[in-house]
């Protein structure tokens, strides 16, 4: 048995739930498109929406596009909504066209949004009818990316849950991954876990269509982000099984999360300690270079990227930080309890949420840092309070060991900004 963090004396995991539904400030599920079109190499990403969902495309992604695109927006008018029939042809046009012109397109994803005439296109259909016409170079899936119910994390999931029905049948015992990681950060774990003796790995997604793994009953598998509900209750569906564990944040995270894959696959002790000890120590010291500005600061999470609760975890036991309240747009217990366990009792564990009331609570905690989303940062940092963008958390590298350090900085650099602009004030 692998060394495991030693929980302290009481965790949130029995800490009373505020549940709150009311309005939320969120981000859309579209940002996922500007991460998965970079880790899926041979897959396109067309979005079924407005002229909105176009802009935020380019301004999120525009710098980004230095070659042919593997996104773009097919523009649905408010006059299309006369003639379904028309849509659906003009669609089928648009793909035909496309495909022509891009035969390395392996993958074509369908992104819903949540304009009225999108919702009513069966895209479903469209993506079914599709593929049958572009097989087997071409395979179509759809999901949908819309805001009016989601957080911005959830365009990741439901793109990989679409693609889970459709993988291979496997039978074999393999570990997969499950997220989409940086392929630099990807490598980083496979070789920690290569080091380990564990060889049979696989990841969802996978950099191209040909790689996909298969899965089946003799899939166990480990998830890399903690917002993946849909793809978990997918996989589940198709026999695999899941590795339960603390997520790979910081040193301590990253240790539980390798440990509880070692106990699965029955490493040595010893081959753990020596695959592990090496990027411990590092992690370990870059992490220390952040806490001297964390250490003590307290710390308000407004629900938003999902990663709520492991960033907690991580930032009140390795680096010293008190949180007030943490939100989460869901809480899967499934996914997140081996981090609620860890994360010391104190703060308000809340589910939802009601951005006015939540707002006066934060107001009145006065934190040293707040995590939010960006339609709240600006009003909260012009009434004084230093704020740290969910949506960094996932455009930045910040899984495993080598990232520890940075990932404790995101949070340092803000409080650094702010105490300066004190003394700038003060001066
Ligand atoms: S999907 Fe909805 S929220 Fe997202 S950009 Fe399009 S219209 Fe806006």
Redesign the pocket.
């Known amino acids: 048995m692998t060394e495991m963090p030693t929980p302290p004396a009481r965790g949130c995991g029995a800490t009373p739930v505020l549940k709150e539904r009311g309005q939320r400030e969120v981000f859309?599920g579209?940002t996922g498109i500007i991460w998965l079109h970079r880790k899926m190499q041979d897959a396109f990403f067309l979005v079924v929406?407005?002229r909105?969902?176009a802009h935020?495309l380019q301004s999120a992604a525009g710098v980004m596009i230095f070659a042919e695109p593997r996104f773009a927006t097919a523009i649905l008018e408010e006059s299309d909504l006369a003639g379904m029939a028309d849509a659906q042809d003009e669609l089928d046009r648009e793909v035909a066209r496309l495909l022509e012109r891009r035969p390395d397109i392996r993958q074509l994803f369908l992104v819903g949004?949540?304009?009225s005439e999108v919702i009513k296109l069966d895209l479903a259909k469209a993506a079914e009818r599709l593929t049958q016409a572009h097989a087997p170079h071409v395979r179509v899936l759809n999901y949908s990316?819309?805001?009016i119910e989601t957080t911005f994390t959830e365009g990741e999931d439901a793109c990989l849950a679409s693609m889970v029905p459709i993988l291979p049948e496997a039978q074999a015992k393999e570990l997969l991954l499950v997220g989409a990681l940086p392929d630099v950060v990807e490598d980083q774990a496979l070789a920690l876990l290569h080091a380990m003796g564990i060889e049979r790995v696989r990841c969802l997604p996978a950099r191209r269509a040909d790689d996909a793994p298969g899965v089946g009953e003799g899939t166990v598998y480990a998830l890399t982000q903690p917002f993946l509900g849909e793809t978990h209750a997918a996989l589940t569906r198709r026999g695999a099984r899941h590795i339960p564990a603390p997520l790979p944040f910081g040193e301590e995270g990253t240790t539980a999360w390798l440990a509880a894959i070692a106990t699965e696959f029955g490493v040595d002790p010893e081959r753990f300690e020596a695959a592990t000890a090496a990027p411990r120590a590092r992690a370990r010291k870059a992490v220390a270079a952040a806490t001297a500005t964390l250490s003590g600061k307290r710390i308000f999470f407004f629900p938003d990227s999902q990663l709520e609760i492991p960033l907690a975890r991580f930032l009140t036991r390795e680096c010293g930080m008190e949180a007030v309240e943490v939100a989460t747009p869901f809480l899967h217990r499934d996914i997140v309890g081996p981090d609620l366990d860890l994360l010391p009792e104190g703060p308000v564990i809340a589910e939802g949420q009601d951005v006015d009331l939540q707002l006066d609570r934060a107001r009145a905690a006065r934190p040293d840092l707040t995590v939010c989303g960006l339609g709240l940062a600006n009003p909260l940092e012009a009434e004084g309070l230093a704020t740290k963008w969910a949506v960094e958390l996932v455009f930045t590298p910040v899984h495993f060991y080598e990232q520890a350090g940075d990932l404790a900085e995101l949070f340092a650099r803000p409080l650094r900004r702010r105490a300066r602009l004190r003394v700038e004030a003060a001066e």
Do not use: K, R, V
């Open positions: 859309c579209l929406g407005s909105t969902c935020l949004s949540c304009p990316g819309s805001g």
